[in-house]
Structure formats: structure tokens, C-alpha cells
Nanobody, 123 residues
Framework: VQLQASGGGFVQAGGSLRLSCAASGRIFSRYAIAWFRQAPGKEREFVAATGRNLHSYYSDSVKGRFTISRDIAKNTLYLEMNSLKPEDTAVYFC??????????????????WGQGTLVTVSS
């Protein structure tokens, strides 16, 4: 299984970007899928996830601004990011794995990871 993230770029504060994550196999109907990010000098942090119950979960820092979605037919995960802030600057990773809901924000439960795509938000 491979995940390929794309869509990162440079945007001014208040702008929008949409990230995509294409999967090589049919994992989205079997696993929880998520976006994490890692800023320079910081640890990887949870951004958003969709569980196998199809509910979506968000970190407090992006709630109301970001939307996670998936297209099972296209094997593609999306992250729509609006009202971007300079503190959203990071490399964004998509991930998938057999994660239980209580651990959905923990990176350790995700088996498959994309290579990351850089998002830079200027002030």
C-alpha cells in the first residue's frame, strides 16, 4: 500500500489550499485515515481524521477551518484548508491504519504514511 500526498504550496494568510492523498490500494473503506503535520523543530501533530464509522475528528487548532473528506471510488483522501494562518505552516502527511477511535489522534496506530507535502503560509 502506498499513499501519495500532493497539493501543498505557498499561500498568504487567510487563503485556502486543498491537499490530496491518493492510495494505491482500497484501504479507505477498511481503515481510519488521517492527516498529520510537522512544523520545523516540532513534533508531528494530529490534524484531522475520518474513522471507520465515517465520522470526522479535528484538532482544536483547525476545527472550523479544515475539512477532511474521502472519495472511496477514487481511493483519494482530501483536506480542504481555509482561513490559513502562518502557524499552519508545516509538512502535511496522510496516513491510514486500523486505529481505534480512542487512539485516532495518535500517530503510532497508523501503518501507512504518505511522503508529505509542504504548506507554507505567509503573514
Amino acid at each position: 500500500v502506498q499513499l501519495q500526498a500532493s497539493g501543498g504550496g505557498f499561500v498568504q494568510a487567510g487563503g485556502s489550499l486543498r491537499l490530496s492523498c491518493a492510495a494505491s490500494g482500497r484501504i479507505f473503506s477498511r481503515y481510519a485515515i488521517a492527516w498529520f503535520r510537522q512544523a520545523p523543530g516540532k513534533e508531528r501533530e494530529f490534524v484531522a481524521a475520518t474513522g471507520r464509522n465515517l465520522h470526522s475528528y479535528y484538532s482544536d487548532s483547525v476545527k472550523g477551518r479544515f475539512t477532511i473528506s474521502r472519495d472511496i471510488a477514487k481511493n483519494t483522501l482530501y483536506l480542504e484548508m481555509n482561513s490559513l494562518k502562518p502557524e499552519d505552516t508545516a509538512v502535511y502527511f496522510c496516513a491510514a491504519g486500523p486505529v481505534i477511535l480512542s487512539q485516532i489522534a495518535a500517530a503510532t496506530g497508523y501503518y501507512y504514511w504518505g511522503q508529505g507535502t509542504l504548506v507554507t503560509v505567509s503573514s
